[in-house]
């Protein structure tokens, strides 16, 4: 069954598409038409089957007639990735969503090469949401990823404290793996910083490390970032069981 993400709340068993993407892709793609079934996800990541009652200008009306609970996950993942070039973050945030991932931040570090301007980094992020949106239809998610804007490191190693468990994969220096950390740890909230190509500089591993960041290694090979990312979420989802 198809399934659409809203924000607004749902009321009196009625609730309203009217997102114009997602709107686009209901009348113009999918042809859904009054009468057919579709899975509403809420921002709460409940879930309702409802029935199109009516397709308006710009915007889907349909009537609830059965609502699923949101289901409780044991520990929410937050990955803060360097932005790579080519458009491969694109790839990135389709594949942590597909994985399970509750946020993805875009970062910009020293090494990092494509830099975004406000108008840019704005159309970029509008573009990265859409994926996560497209990429939890298709994985049957409740809820979609909370992809953010683009901020840098010292940004994110701000936010440090309202994590129980901070893993940076790095290539140099002192690490354990990533399965001994995660072996030892009974994290609920964890976040992950993923580096450039190149990986992060002597000076920000440092400062990652004063913030509690646990530098591990994801084995011999050097990876791209694209599969650095998704290997780290993948060990994680194995050693909690999902």
């Known amino acids: 069954m198809h399934r659409f993400f809203i924000t607004e709340e749902i009321k009196d068993n009625i609730a309203v598409i009217s997102d114009a ?4 892709h209901l009348k113009h793609v999918l042809r859904l038409r009054s009468g057919d079934e579709v899975i509403v996800c809420d921002r709460h990541g409940d879930e309702f089957v409802c029935g199109i009652t009516d397709i308006q ?9 059965e609502k699923r609970a949101a289901q409780v996950r044991k520990v929410s993942i937050t990955v803060a990735c360097a932005v790579p070039g080519k458009g491969k973050f694109d790839e990135i945030v389709d594949n942590l969503t597909q994985l399970g991932v509750d946020a993805v931040i875009p970062m910009e570090t020293e090494r990092v090469v494509v830099k975004f301007d406000d108008v840019r980094g704005e159309a ?3 573009r990265w949401q859409k994926i996560a949106q497209s990429a939890a239809r298709q ?7 909370e992809v953010k804007g683009i901020v840098t490191l010292e940004s994110v190693l701000s936010l440090a404290q309202q994590f129980d468990l901070k893993l940076l994969p790095t ?4 690490r354990k793996h990533i399965k001994e950390v995660l072996a030892e740890a009974q994290a609920k909230k964890i976040l992950v910083l993923i580096g450039p190509e190149g990986d992060f500089t002597t000076g ?32 994680i989802m194995i050693s909690e069981g999902f």
């Open 57 to 65: 200008q710009g915007k889907a009306v349909l009537a609830v007639r």
């Open 124 to 126: 970029r992020l509008k």
């Open 21 to 24: 993407a997602q709107f686009h």
């Open 171 to 174: 290539l140099y220096g002192e």
């Open 139 to 145: 994985s049957q998610r409740s809820t979609a990823p």
């Open 204 to 235: 920000e591993v440092e400062r990652a490390k004063r913030a509690g960041f646990i530098p591990v290694s994801l084995g011999d090979s050097v990876l791209r970032v694209s599969t650095a990312a998704t290997t780290i979420v993948s060990y």
